[in-house]
C-alpha cells in the first residue's frame, strides 16, 4: 500500500474530484487491484503534467528519463524505442 501522506505531505486532493494544484484540470490516477484491495498511483494532470509525486512531476517541461525508461505523471513507464 503506497502511503501518500509520506511522499506529499503537502498535497490536499479531493478524491471525489481531484484538481490540478496546478492548472485547476481534472486529474486521475492509476489504479490496480493486488487481490486484497486497491492501490494507488500518483495522481497526474493530462493538460500540465503536474504529477501528486514530485519525481513524476513533468509540468516544468522537463522529460522523465532513466535506465532507458521514460516516465509519464502517472509514474508509468515506456522503453524509449517504443515512442
Ligand atoms: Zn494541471
Redesign the pocket.
Known amino acids: 500500500m503506497i502511503d501518500q501522506t509520506q511522499t506529499n505531505p503537502d498535497a490536499i486532493i479531493d478524491d471525489e474530484s481531484p484538481i490540478?494544484p496546478?492548472?485547476?484540470?481534472e486529474?486521475w490516477r492509476q489504479s490496480v487491484h493486488n487481490g486484497v484491495g486497491w492501490e494507488y498511483g500518483p495522481y497526474g494532470?493530462e493538460?500540465?503534467?503536474?504529477s501528486e509525486w514530485e519525481i513524476f512531476d513533468l509540468?516544468n517541461g522537463q522529460s522523465n528519463i532513466r535506465d532507458g525508461l521514460i516516465f509519464d505523471q502517472w509514474g508509468m513507464a515506456m522503453r524509449i524505442e517504443n515512442i
Not at 493538460?47 to 503536474?50: I, N, Y
Open positions: 490540478c496546478k492548472c485547476g484540470a486529474l494532470c493538460d500540465c503534467k503536474w509540468s
